[in-house]
């Protein structure tokens, strides 16, 4: 069993359609990062949360530590929002437990 | 924020060549940094732990002989793979990890051995 498990890992939407991701995580952890991967592979920090919810533009990352889990919402979705999202809950040498990713596609 | 840039983004190499993959943090100093490794439809997987001024530290099955680390200064790390294979094909992607701007990665390389 992966540390970190993510769904769905692939996810195509309606441009303008509301978007949740989910992660849940078997260790224990300080914070959760949310991670977005574009298509050429870069790769962009989304959010760093350790308690209850952050927002950035459109996007909006909640986190419930007792029930070890973390949800990623986009709102008003636009084709450009497509890539592949990855959480990642950092271990106590500094790195990282990768969950697979949700690759998602939104469509004009 | 932290801006971290790694070059070159894509390289093809012929069997048997090494190709060297540079990670920069353009406006900190780093003295950690993190080489990954993503197959594809696959997790990044970490590779190896570059420590400024000293020999880097490398996960369990990751041979160090094989993807040579330096960091050299606060600033550059570098991952050469040596004497590649087809199979070394894939996505490398370094991070760093700094006080005020947490994780930052680097736009990652896409190495094919051909």
């Known amino acids: 069993k992966n540390e970190v498990e993510q769904s769905p890992q692939n996810l195509t939407a309606q441009e303008g359609e509301f978007i949740t991701i989910n992660c849940s995580y078997s260790?224990?952890?300080?914070?959760l990062h949310w991670l977005q991967q574009h298509p050429g592979g870069g790769i962009v920090s989304l959010f760093m949360l350790s308690s209850g919810k952050k927002k950035h533009g459109r996007l909006i990352a909640t986190i419930n530590i007792q029930e070890k889990h973390s949800s990623l919402h986009i709102t008003a979705s636009h084709p450009r929002d497509s890539a592949v999202y990855i959480c990642a809950a950092p271990n106590t040498g500094n790195q990282f437990y990768f969950g697979t990713g949700t690759s998602l596609t939104v469509i004009p | 924020g932290a801006v971290v840039s790694q070059h070159p983004s894509w390289v093809i190499c012929k069997s048997g060549t090494s190709v060297k993959i540079e990670c920069r943090s353009l406006?900190?100093?780093?003295?950690?940094m993190f080489w990954y490794r993503q197959f594809p439809k696959q997790s990044l997987m970490l590779m190896a732990t570059s420590n400024e001024g000293s020999k880097a530290t490398y996960e369990q099955g990751v041979e160090k002989d094989k993807f040579l680390i330096n960091h050299a200064s606060l600033t550059l790390s570098t991952l050469t793979v040596t004497s590649a294979h087809p199979e070394d094909s894939s996505f490398y992607i370094c991070s760093v990890s700094q006080a005020t701007y947490g994780y930052t990665f680097g736009s990652g390389t896409r190495l094919t051995v051909v």
């Open positions: 260790v224990g952890i300080s914070a």
């Open positions: 406006d900190f100093q780093a003295t950690t």
